[in-house]
């Protein structure tokens, strides 16, 4: 089992900044990915940013530019820089860790982070 804890949410007003951070701890071995989704109210869920085998990262067209993801290896955490934020960007940010193992490919999800970006 992996445990997954968000923290860093906020309510920002347009153009600030905020950073999350994603901690995650148990069986850390095999993660083959970790990265950040979000969902906005009646919207599905999207990826925001990854980090992937190698030190890989993959952004969503919308946040590219904008957002940067990154990772401590000793800690097991990463964190996700938002900046020049904008109200399109308000949404339960949920981090996600995947692990391969012998047995198959798992999924582990954080209870989310608000972000709430509004004048």
């Known amino acids: 089992q992996v445990q997954v804890v968000e923290s860093g949410g906020g309510s920002v007003q347009p153009g600030e900044s905020l950073r999350l951070s994603c901690a995650a701890s148990g069986d850390i071995d095999k993660i083959t990915s970790m990265g950040w989704y979000r969902q906005a109210p009646g919207k599905q869920r999207e990826m925001v940013a990854l980090l992937v085998g190698g030190g890989s990262t993959i952004y969503a067209d919308s946040v590219r530019g904008r957002f940067t993801i990154s990772k401590d290896n000793a800690k097991m955490t990463v964190y996700l820089q938002m900046n020049s934020l904008k109200p399109e960007d308000t949404a339960l940010y949920l981090c996600?860790?995947?692990?391969?193992?012998?047995?198959?490919?798992?999924?582990?999800w954080g209870q989310g982070t608000q972000v709430t970006v509004s004048s």
């Open positions: 996600n860790v995947d692990r391969l193992t012998a047995t198959g490919r798992y999924d582990y």
